[in-house]
């Protein structure tokens, strides 16, 4: 089995493509699979420090490489075979580990349970990067050719999940993955042309077999502290239905002894009772309900006693657009008030199902009554191509109060709470029409405020000289409305607000002409927040107020559209001297997250380059006798990793701006990045064979840096021309686009290691592993920089990370001697 | 032989010694430990066919019986005054804790110092008795623990400030939506004179309900049910506290509260409080809510 490293073997291609696309979707899955478990923060965090597995096999290969390297087809194959018995035993016993990250706060125990769930999901990682470097060693000839598939396949493995996602349950799909993975085993023996490769093939497929009826047996030990399991304790209350898709996992809950209630930002002083209602939860929390309509108007009066009804008291809208229509309550309000012409969006088409499907009579047919028209968009993109006026423009309260006031939207980018948003929605609205948006009230106040700033900006970008005349903001003790008006508020409309407001005991925070002894009279809080917050921000002291204030608080744009991030660095201190009386929920735990993130992805991986070092020394090979520097290595794989990232997430975000489907948005842009990224990769095979790999690296990183800043500039008028183009054309402009910027990206990663097979073989799994943890640095990073300097500086970053790979690629010293392997 | 015995009885001394200064439960863990022990040395002395150790001319079963009275008695007596003394001692630490953060706190809910009344009550209450085992030994810490039912019992600290929020005289009628371990309705029984509290969860109200019973808490009265519509048999109620998560408040609820009375509803997650927002029903009927931090924090700084 000592195969030489000219062996007459080919590259196992197939297998390879197979397995990266198998790596790529099981990191997708496990992020939907954490993200219904968990929180999606934690998810976020658990799954990029499982990538360090990447890094890790790169260590572990500094060291073993010579022996696996003996005999490479069974290493080869032993660790395929690992990857996909780990990819569901891993998963498995880490969802067991019960861990609460609130309670980390006084149990230290909670972190080791943290640290155990990222050991056990690295090694899935571990092991399929062991195989592909492994590979990318055995046939340095074919690097370029061998990292190319390796691309093409994780490319082809991030349509897969999406699509696997749609039309499976999260767990099967964790079963098709593995016996994926497994299979591939079998494919290997025969492209390695094993002897005994029926035998290996025939146990490998038995293998698949007894894993798939494992997982099949598995079940999702989802928190006890997420809505669905909280809910489910009740008595009575069961899940009758689930759905699954990228967008998240549905989970249809019946009550049949305890109605359901769900009435947020009722008035307290109304006395009506919900109708009964049936639950939608998303990923086992964000509930959202179907309400039973038997036809009598009154019965959903309830929905007249909450801030979001102010609108219709103000005029008689005769077309209203509802963003994010959900389980139909804004739909029914609308309907309770008359109006004649109701469109309602709603993102996720499995939720539309469910109501136009099993609970079609239940909710008496309310998204195919006349005068409803609903459309299954992304609700930004729907307004942007829509044609129409409408009278009032509803934004829904689209995500939970509990995941809201614990900062865990703080990493979501949300495109629709932009000024850039708010634009586009005011030039949506008839003459005298209303934008209608609906948010939690936090205490101390946050997005509100947040949300208030950003419409003051959005007017004044507008041309409107006085956005004082045109804001109404009032408020309950749970939600805040906030209205804009297209045209100058009335005085009839100011009387009609005050009455609405003190009928259902709502704070009055904002309307032209307010006093300050109106404030604060329902809902006491210690000082005036919101009108003295609201004065202050159409005042002339605005920034001086934005930069006081604890939270942060100013408008959010297009190129940081991280409208749920409110933390400041300032109050961190403060915050945490308060951590143990009470002052936890203070902290905006999320930005946080991302930050503990970074602290540990950088130590981890100081620690997995630093060892090869060590050992390096240890094995007496004088490292300044290399024939290449090791610094020069070091910095060329760690800048071409961090910027392949940073390129591909901060043109991810422009692409999202065209397609603005979130998900279709992600996976056309990473796949496109990815495979035109191998096609790259693949035609250096042709300059590897020609030698002058210093230069060729050089001319794909000035494409790299060309085709980025001009894209920079490009983009953005180029898109508004094409938002209103059909999906299918918008998909292929994208395509066409991503196309040459990628393709140059493909490039340098296999020259820096073909240049490296030639000179240091050996260091090669080091490198690999140097790429690895850059690549878990730059995910985490790019959205750190993104929050705070926006997308624009992440591909700036990324072009001068490129042009110092550039500078420093590791160039062959002709006077030093050989080293040893190790 | 003598030796050996006189060390065994030492280190069983000494392992009894070292419980009472641990913990009840440990104590149970260090009798059962005795017992096993004495197994297995009853077992391998049958095996070996070794002599009695102790010649005294009783028979073994009956030297082994006293043995075992006056080990049991030992130990008990230790343990029981032991555990009482350590945990009252905890106890004062957690009031300690609950005044320091009082201070911190005192102008955000309105409040110099914490009503001492609530202060004797929670000094009162053994709220080891109210986590699980394992806990007990955390259960003075001033923080929220796991009680399992995906429910925990809230900080110390919180349940001070809910409980002098909701402002109580010792004739007043409390009506609690959301039992849980039951330890805030136990706190609430040691200042008022009837006590209601309704779970929704069932195995929560009879774990709750069998615990009060057993602390000899009789003007506690638990039911398992929906708390939407409150307790009407019971109303008005001077003050209503809804510890269970709710959309909205349940409009009977304020329906039952008499005028002048106050409702105390902490919002947040299981395990933090981010607020509490209090619901006062004034003498004419009018209601109000009042949103409260409970810590001191202004969200603006300088010149505002």
């Given at each position: ?508 925070a904002w309307y032209p002409g307010i006093a300050e002894a109106e404030v604060n009279h329902y809902n006491v809080l210690r000082q005036p927040y919101y009108y003295g917050a609201a004065m202050e921000l159409l005042g002339s002291q605005r920034s001086a107020f934005l930069n006081n204030y604890k939270y942060d608080i100013r408008p959010t744009f297009d190129d940081r559209p991280y409208f749920f991030h409110f933390f400041k660095w300032r109050v961190f201190p403060e915050i945490m001297a308060l951590r143990g009386r009470g002052g936890m929920p203070l902290l905006e735990i999320g930005y946080l997250v991302l930050v503990a993130t970074l602290i540990k992805a950088v130590i981890a991986s100081v620690v997995l380059i630093v060892l090869p070092l060590i050992y390096l020394r240890r094995q007496n090979t004088s490292i300044v006798h290399e024939r290449v520097s090791l610094a020069r290595v070091l910095w060329y794989f760690f800048a071409v990793g961090l910027g392949f990232l ?109 240049q490296l097979s030639s000179a240091a073989s050996h260091l090669v799994p080091w490198a690999w592993g140097v790429n690895g943890c850059a690549s878990v640095i730059s995910a985490v990073l790019a959205t750190l920089c993104a929050i705070h300097f926006g997308f624009a500086v992440v591909i700036t970053l990324a072009v001068l990370l490129y042009i110092s790979a550039g500078v420093s690629f590791p160039r062959v010293r002709h006077t030093a001697g050989a080293a040893k392997p190790c | 032989m003598r030796l050996r015995r006189s060390c065994q009885v030492i280190v069983t001394l000494g392992f009894a010694y070292w419980r009472y200064l641990s913990s009840k439960r440990h104590c149970f863990l260090a009798l059962r430990y005795l017992r096993d022990a004495a197994a297995t040395r009853h077992q391998s002395d049958d095996a070996t066919k070794m002599p009695p150790l102790i010649r005294t001319g009783l028979h073994d079963g009956r030297r082994r019986r006293i043995r075992w009275i ?235």
């Amino acid at each position: 089995m000592n195969e030489g490293p000219h062996s007459t073997v080919r590259p196992p291609l197939l297998t390879i493509v197979l397995i990266s696309g198998a790596a790529l979707a099981y990191e997708v899955l496990l992020m939907r699979l954490f993200s219904i478990l968990q929180w999606h923060h934690f998810a976020y965090m658990i799954i990029s420090l499982a990538l360090l597995g990447y890094g890790m096999s790169g260590t572990f290969l500094c060291f073993v490489q010579k022996r696996l390297m003996q005999r490479f087809t069974p290493s080869f194959m032993i660790n395929i075979l690992l990857f996909g018995v780990s990819t569901a035993a891993c998963f498995q016993v880490a969802q067991q580990i019960s861990f609460n990250a609130e309670e980390a706060l006084w149990d230290p125990s909670q972190l080791l349970r943290l640290f155990a769930i990222y050991v056990l999901l690295a090694l899935p990682f571990f092991f399929v990067a062991n195989a592909l470097a492994l590979s990318l060693i055995r046939f340095r000839e074919q690097v370029s050719r061998v990292y190319a598939y390796d691309l093409v396949g994780a490319g082809l493995g991030s349509l897969s999940i999406v699509f696997l996602t749609f039309v499976l349950h999260p767990l099967p799909v964790l079963m098709f993955l593995g016996t994926v993975v497994m299979a591939s085993v079998a494919v290997a023996a025969w492209e390695l042309s094993m002897d005994a490769r029926v035998k290996v093939a025939a146990s490998a497929l038995l293998g698949a077999l007894v894993l798939a009826l494992a997982v099949n047996q598995m079940d999702l030990t989802i928190s006890p502290y997420k809505g669905l399991s909280q809910t489910l304790r009740v008595a009575g209350t069961k899940v009758v239905d689930s759905r699954s898709s990228p967008l998240g996992y549905l989970s249809v809950l019946e009550s049949e002894q305890v109605p359901l209630r769900h009435a947020p930002g009722l008035s307290i002083k109304a006395a009506v009772e919900p109708p009964p209602q049936v639950a939608v939860f998303t990923d086992a929390d964000n509930m959202t309900v179907i309400t039973a309509d038997r036809g009598e108007r009154d019965a959903f009066a309830y929905l007249d006693e909450m801030t979001s009804a102010l609108p219709y008291h103000l005029n008689s809208p005769g077309h209203v657009l509802i963003l994010g229509s959900g389980g139909g309550a804004d739909i029914q309000q609308a309907r309770f008030h008359r109006v004649p012409r109701i469109t309602a969006v709603e993102l996720n088409p499995q939720l539309v199902d469910i109501m136009r499907d099993r609970y079609r009579d239940f909710a008496n047919n309310l998204l195919d009554q006349d005068g409803v028209d609903v459309h299954i968009s992304e609700a930004r993109g729907f307004v942007t191509r829509s044609r129409d006026r409408y009278g009032l423009i509803q934004l829904a309260l689209l995500d939970s109060f509990a995941a809201s006031s614990a900062g865990l939207y703080a990493l979501n980018e949300s495109y629709l709470y932009t000024v850039e948003a708010l634009q586009v929605y005011l030039r949506h609205l008839e003459p005298g029409g209303y934008l209608a948006i609906t948010r939690w009230i936090k205490l101390p106040p946050r997005d509100t405020l947040k949300l208030f700033a950003t419409a003051v900006e959005a007017l004044q970008r507008e041309g409107r000289a006085d956005p004082d005349r045109r804001l109404l903001l009032i408020r309950g003790w749970q939600t805040s409305t906030m209205l804009i008006k297209n045209g100058p508020i009335s005085d009839q409309e100011i009387i009609a607000l005050k009455t609405f407001a003190a009928d259902r005991a709502f704070d009055l925070a904002w309307y032209p002409g307010i006093a300050e002894a109106e404030v604060n009279h329902y809902n006491v809080l210690r000082q005036p927040y919101y009108y003295g917050a609201a004065m202050e921000l159409l005042g002339s002291q605005r920034s001086a107020f934005l930069n006081n204030y604890k939270y942060d608080i100013r408008p959010t744009f297009d190129d940081r559209p991280y409208f749920f991030h409110f933390f400041k660095w300032r109050v961190f201190p403060e915050i945490m001297a308060l951590r143990g009386r009470g002052g936890m929920p203070l902290l905006e735990i999320g930005y946080l997250v991302l930050v503990a993130t970074l602290i540990k992805a950088v130590i981890a991986s100081v620690v997995l380059i630093v060892l090869p070092l060590i050992y390096l020394r240890r094995q007496n090979t004088s490292i300044v006798h290399e024939r290449v520097s090791l610094a020069r290595v070091l910095w060329y794989f760690f800048a071409v990793g961090l910027g392949f990232l940073f390129i591909e997430i901060g043109f991810i975000q422009k692409f999202i701006l065209l397609l603005h489907h979130p998900v279709y948005a992600v996976s056309v842009s990473l796949t496109s990045f990815l495979v035109f990224a191998g096609a790259g990769s693949a035609v250096t095979q042709r300059v590897v064979s020609a030698g002058g790999h210093g230069r060729a690296a050089r001319y794909a990183i000035m494409g790299i840096a060309l085709i980025a800043i001009a894209y920079t500039w490009l983009l953005g008028p180029l898109f508004a021309h094409l938002v209103a183009l059909p999906m299918t054309l918008k998909v292929l402009v994208s395509v066409l686009l991503i196309a040459p910027l990628a393709y140059c990206m493909g490039m340098p990663f296999p020259l820096g290691l073909s240049q490296l097979s030639s000179a240091a073989s050996h260091l090669v799994p080091w490198a690999w592993g140097v790429n690895g943890c850059a690549s878990v640095i730059s995910a985490v990073l790019a959205t750190l920089c993104a929050i705070h300097f926006g997308f624009a500086v992440v591909i700036t970053l990324a072009v001068l990370l490129y042009i110092s790979a550039g500078v420093s690629f590791p160039r062959v010293r002709h006077t030093a001697g050989a080293a040893k392997p190790c | 032989m003598r030796l050996r015995r006189s060390c065994q009885v030492i280190v069983t001394l000494g392992f009894a010694y070292w419980r009472y200064l641990s913990s009840k439960r440990h104590c149970f863990l260090a009798l059962r430990y005795l017992r096993d022990a004495a197994a297995t040395r009853h077992q391998s002395d049958d095996a070996t066919k070794m002599p009695p150790l102790i010649r005294t001319g009783l028979h073994d079963g009956r030297r082994r019986r006293i043995r075992w009275i006056c080990l049991v008695t030992l130990t008990a007596a230790f343990s029981t005054s032991a555990d009482a003394d350590r945990y009252q001692r905890l106890r004062l630490g957690m009031l300690d804790a609950i005044r320091a953060d009082y201070q911190e706190t005192a102008v955000y809910i309105d409040k110099n110092q914490a009503d001492p009344r609530v202060l004797a009550a929670m000094g009162r209450v053994p709220r080891h008795q109210f986590v699980p085992d394992k806990l007990q030994d955390v259960a003075y810490e001033n923080r929220p623990l796991p009680i399992g039912h995906g429910q925990t019992i809230s900080q110390p600290y919180i349940v001070a400030v809910m409980t002098d929020l909701l402002g109580v005289q010792s004739d007043d009628r409390v009506l609690e939506v959301g039992t849980g371990s039951g330890y805030q309705a136990a706190v609430l029984a040691e200042l008022v004179a009837h006590m209601y509290s309704i779970e929704i969860v069932e195995p929560l109200a009879i774990q709750a309900n069998k615990r009060l019973q057993r602390l000899g808490y009789a003007n506690v009265a638990i039911r398992h049910g929906d708390g939407y519509y409150g307790w009407e048999q019971h109303a008005p109620f001077d003050a209503i506290i809804v510890t269970a998560a709710a959309s909205h408040i349940p409009p009977p609820l304020i329906a039952q509260l008499k005028p002048g009375g106050r409702m105390v509803i902490p919002v947040g997650t299981r395990f933090l409080v981010q607020e509490l927002l209090m619901v006062v029903k004034d003498s004419d009927g009018a209601v109000t809510t009042r949103q409260l931090l409970p810590v001191r924090f202004v969200p603006l700084t300088g010149g505002h």
